[in-house]
C-alpha cells in the first residue's frame, strides 16, 4: 500500500496533473550526539529534498525523547537512532532502524 501511494504521488509530481495520493511523509527520529544521524546529515539530508523520493515523502525531524505530534500513529516508539518511518496519511507504513550508510540508505527506503 504504501508503495502505491509513493508511486502514484510520484506520477502526479512529475505529470503536473494534481496530486490525488495520500499524504506521505519520511519522519527521522534523531537525538543529540547520535554519530549516525550525523552522517546521515552529511551524505543525504543536503540531497533529500531534491531526490524523487525527497518530493513524494518529505522529511520531518523529530525527537527521539519527544512525545509524538498529533495526529501521527506508529507501530511503537522507536528506540534507536537514526530510525526513519515513513507514514501515509498519519499512519506508519514503514520503517527504516539505523543508518547503514548512503549506499544502502536509498535501495532500503525505496523497499519500503
Known sequence: MAIRAILTFLWFSVTGLPALA???????FEQPGCVYCARWNEEVAPEYPRTAEGRAAPLRRLDLRAPLPEGITIDGHPIFTPTFVVIVDGVETGRL???????????LLASL
Open 22 to 28: 495520500a499524504d506521505v511523509e519520511l519522519l527521522m
Open 97 to 107: 532502524e539505523g543508518y547503514p550508510g548512503e549506499d544502502f540508505f536509498w535501495p
